[in-house]
Each structure stands twice: as structure tokens, then as C-alpha cells.
């Protein structure tokens, strides 16, 4: 899992005003859609491989942080 730290230096690179939390899903959303489809693994694969790309175990542990940081979970 990322620190606070690692996620506020991660985002603080980016050009848009979101939170970080819109960061972590789109980039996890957009990294899952580049391996099932430029690199053709099933849906499942790609997200779990986007979600350890990301630092986390699996899917189900980034979308966990992703609600942590709404404050949601």
C-alpha cells in the first residue's frame, strides 16, 4: 500500500485538480485497459497485474485504499 507521502508526491505531478484518490482509480483504470487490451490478458488478469503494478496486493486491496481515501472505509 502506498504511504501519504508516496501519494502526495505521486500526485502532486499532476496537471488536473483532483483528488488523490481520482488519481490512484484512473491511473489503476487506465493501466488494466492497456493490458487487456494492447497486451490481450483477460479482464481479471488486468486489473489484478495493474493493481500490483500500482504497489497494491490486488484489485480488491487498491478499491479498500481507494474508499480509505474518500474517506468511505
Avoid at 488523490?20 to 488486468?46: H, M, N, Q, T, V
Avoid at 493493481?51 to 480488491?60: H, I, P, R, S
Amino acid at each position: 500500500m502506498l504511504s501519504k507521502a508516496q501519494i502526495e508526491d505521486w500526485w502532486e505531478g499532476d496537471s488536473l485538480v483532483r483528488e488523490p484518490w481520482e488519481k490512484l482509480d484512473d491511473d489503476f483504470e487506465e493501466s488494466a485497459a492497456i493490458l487487456e487490451y494492447d497486451a490481450g490478458r483477460e479482464r481479471y488478469e488486468a486489473q489484478q497485474l495493474a493493481a500490483q503494478n500500482l504497489g497494491f496486493k490486488n484489485m480488491a486491496h487498491l478499491k479498500s485504499h481507494v474508499q480509505l481515501l474518500k474517506g468511505i472505509g
